[in-house]
Nanobody, 114 residues
Framework: QVQLVESGGGLVQPGGSLRLSCAASESILSINPMGWYRQAPGKERELVGIISGDITNYADSVKGRFTVSRDNAKKTVYLQMSSLKPEDTAVYYC?????????WGKGTLVTVSS
């Protein structure tokens, strides 16, 4: 089981920025899809953004504001979030698909509030 450890969550004001990081316990390849989901209170978990090779996919709600990137040498994926809104408040989960198995981090809380 690959361990994924997120960091970087916290409280930020609307319009602010935050960067999340997720470090994997094993080596990852560019072809392994890796990225972020989120779950707001009372809602289902939803895709935020994911990267595989040179291809990235984002939820419509975050396009133009969030950017997913990765450093395979550091076994780390990042989520740069800008122009944050209160509705971005959620627990953000790191995700990795490797050898057909889905791996999840424990999540990091992002709260957008004044």
């Amino acid at each position: 089981q690959v361990q994924l450890v997120e960091s970087g969550g916290g409280l930020v004001q609307p319009g602010g920025s935050l960067r999340l990081s997720c470090a994997a316990s094993e080596s990852i390849l560019s072809i392994n899809p890796m990225g972020w989901y989120r779950q707001a209170p009372g809602k289902e978990r939803e895709l935020v953004g994911i990267i595989s090779g040179d291809i990235t996919n984002y939820a419509d709600s975050v396009k133009g504001r969030f950017t997913v990137s990765r450093d395979n040498a550091k076994k780390t994926v990042y989520l740069q979030m800008s122009s944050l809104k209160p509705e971005d408040t959620a627990v953000y989960y790191c995700y990795l698909l490797k050898y057909g198995m889905r791996h999840w981090g424990k999540g990091t809380l992002v709260t957008v509030s004044s």
